[in-house]
């Protein structure tokens, strides 16, 4: 396979070519796709999370378990004022 990089994929080569932690061009793709792979299952999970919370949230509504958007907001704002703090 060939490829073409941009002047600007090719500094970021040699940086970190120059650094010593690759020997070649070859390591450090590999490092990339390896990274790439890894962000690729990561969103997977994500997805499927999300998903997940979804099908519940829609189940709760449907058992009729609902809270108004005021109550929702400051339940979501007391939250995240809690993970400032922490």
Known sequence: MNMTLTPDQEKVV???LATGR???ISEVIQA??????E???AYQVWIDE???KID???AS????EKIDGETFVNQLL?????????
């Open 39 to 41: 962000d690729n299952c």
């Open 78 to 86: 007391a939250d995240l004022q809690q993970i400032e703090e922490s």
């Open 56 to 58: 519940e949230g829609i």
């Open 32 to 37: 990339a796709l390896h990274l790439l792979q």
């Open 22 to 24: 690759f020997s070649n």
């Open 61 to 64: 509504l449907e058992r009729g």
């Open 14 to 16: 040699q940086d970190l």
């Open 50 to 52: 999300t998903r997940t």
